[in-house]
């Protein structure tokens, strides 16, 4: 059942022209970071020689494009997960769903669980001009493998908090601004963070500072910890939120 | 289940919903035997479709309980609705999908088995009418079509109860009269409910007619009896929502 619903998102999903827009711009933004990047990188290796234990391409190049990638993904998620519920809402097709005999609760997750797999074919695109590398040097794929799994788990916050706005609006443009705003406040609050040393307790609660130790090949329970939370958390939200739609009418 | 024919297919007592204050449906009684038609008629904002969101599980109601086939809606959704199909007033199209993959939707998710959703598509694309669409999208058909594509998302299950909120409503005259025979052949071993503002499709369609108004039953008889009478339809229908609306 969870399968039918991610399976549809998906469907409807490549049927327009966003996801593959969206799909091409983000890869385009990217390939030009990473291109900067390995420039960079051919510029200074001459110097890095020198120094006895010098950063590989993973440190200098991979680590740095993952990190602009959280960002693409945060400026991107609101408008893919905008029309989940909101749209559902303005088309009439809620109803559909309701009346079959399933829980919110899988709707909520089989809603989720396509565009994970959106997202997943993002990263790995993301994974795979990282893995280009190969063709000219080594790979760290510790530190590979920390940054994707820091990638999908910050972006299935991005998504269980956009899926939540959705719930709550019946236009798929309110719902967009009011993630993107969302996740830009956290986004901040990073920044905010950042200036007190990084000792305050608003660090504790940005989604980016986390993903900053999956950046540099730290996987910590805590992180680990404050993703899963934080998905789980605006996942019930949204289930608590449709099932009073059906009480309150 | 030998006595399958006869045997009620859906009940529901002391229903009642209220948004805030204002009373939307009150103390409504129901019950509906398998191969009845019954037919909603009343005023606009009567309550008509708001009962049919409380008996497909879409609202849920401030008192009173539904049953499907004898189960709980409220205790056993997942149960209960598997055995309802239901037609919205606004039928619930994805416009981005063809009929076939939106059928097969719909037939995964009422739990319809994997090897039979194949021949379950090809025999409801058939009787709706629809063979020569299935590859179409659903956004390019037409009204008409997209009601049969509704129609048949709501019986593709093979439901015992099939609700159906004005499925009438903006077809011509031709897809009226199949609209209403493909109602009453449905009628024949399930049982329906359908809501309308043609009162001669009441007559023509349903076994039994109850109308609404202000949220409460103020007639409710079988159209046989209302025949033998001799007292038409649309005599008691204003009588009765007149009335009540100047008192």
């Given amino acids: ?106 709707i909520v997750i089989g809603k989720f669980l396509g565009l994970m797999i959106f997202l997943s074919a993002l990263i790995a695109l993301v994974a795979a001009l990282s893995l280009s590398l190969l063709a000219g040097g080594r790979l760290d794929f510790g530190l590979l493998l920390s940054n994707i799994a820091g990638l999908f788990l910050i972006s299935a916050c991005f998504v269980s908090l956009g899926l939540y706005i959705s719930c709550l609006s019946a236009q798929p443009a309110t719902a967009g601004a009011g993630a993107m705003g969302a996740l830009l406040g956290l986004w901040v609050m990073d920044t905010v963070a950042a200036d007190e040393d990084g000792a305050g307790i608003a660090r504790n609660f940005s989604l980016l500072a986390h993903y900053e130790s999956f950046n540099r090949g730290m996987i910590d329970t805590f992180g680990l910890a404050y993703f899963a939370l934080f998905t789980l958390i605006f996942l019930m939200l949204s289930v608590r939120r449709l099932d009073n739609e059906r009480m309150r009418g | 289940m030998t006595e399958q024919i006869g045997s009620t297919a859906i009940l529901a007592r002391g229903l009642c919903r209220y948004f805030g204050t204002r009373v939307a449906v009150h103390d409504i009684n129901l019950e509906l035997r398998r191969g009845e038609v019954l037919g909603f008629l009343g005023p606009n904002g009567a309550g008509k479709t708001t009962i049919m969101r409380m008996l497909t599980g879409n609202l849920a109601p401030s008192a009173g309980r539904v049953e499907i086939c004898g189960i709980d809606l409220l205790l056993k959704p997942r149960d209960a609705k598997a055995r309802v199909g239901y037609l919205p007033e606004i039928p619930p199209l994805y416009r981005e999908l063809t009929v076939n993959e939106y059928l097969r939707l719909a037939a995964r998710l009422h739990r319809v088995e994997s090897r039979i959703i194949r021949s379950a598509l090809a025999k409801i694309t058939q009787r709706c009418g629809l063979s020569n669409n299935r590859e179409q999208l659903i956004g390019s058909l037409s009204k ?40 009453r052949e449905l009628g024949a071993d399930r049982s329906v409910i359908l809501s309308t503002h043609i009162l001669s499709e009441v007559e023509s369609v349903c076994d039994r007619v109850q109308i609404m108004h202000e949220g409460r039953t103020v007639f409710d008889d079988s159209i046989g009896r209302l025949k033998q009478k001799g007292t038409s339809l649309e005599e008691s229908f204003v009588r009765l929502t007149m009335n009540q609306a100047t008192v």
Avoid: C
């Fill in chain 1, 1 to 106: 059942m969870i399968l039918a619903v991610a399976q549809k998102e998906l469907k409807i999903l490549f049927s327009s022209p966003l996801a593959w827009l969206i799909l091409a711009l983000v890869q385009l933004v990217l390939t030009w970071v990473f291109l900067a990047h390995l420039d960079t990188f051919l510029e200074i290796q001459p110097q890095l020689i020198k120094i006895a234990n010098p950063p590989g391409v993973t440190e200098t190049i991979v680590a740095p494009l993952f990190a602009t990638a959280a960002i693409v993904l945060l400026m991107t998620t609101p408008l893919l997960t905008a029309r989940l519920i909101a749209e559902e809402r303005r088309n009439h097709t809620l109803p559909f769903l309701v009346s079959a005999p399933i829980s919110i609760a899988e």
């Fill in chain 2, 144 to 183: 008409g079509y997209q009601q049969r594509v509704g129609i048949a998302q709501a019986i593709i299950h093979d439901p015992d109860v099939i609700v159906l909120d004005e499925p009438t409503a903006g077809l011509d005259p031709n897809q009226m009269r199949e609209m209403r025979s493909l109602i």
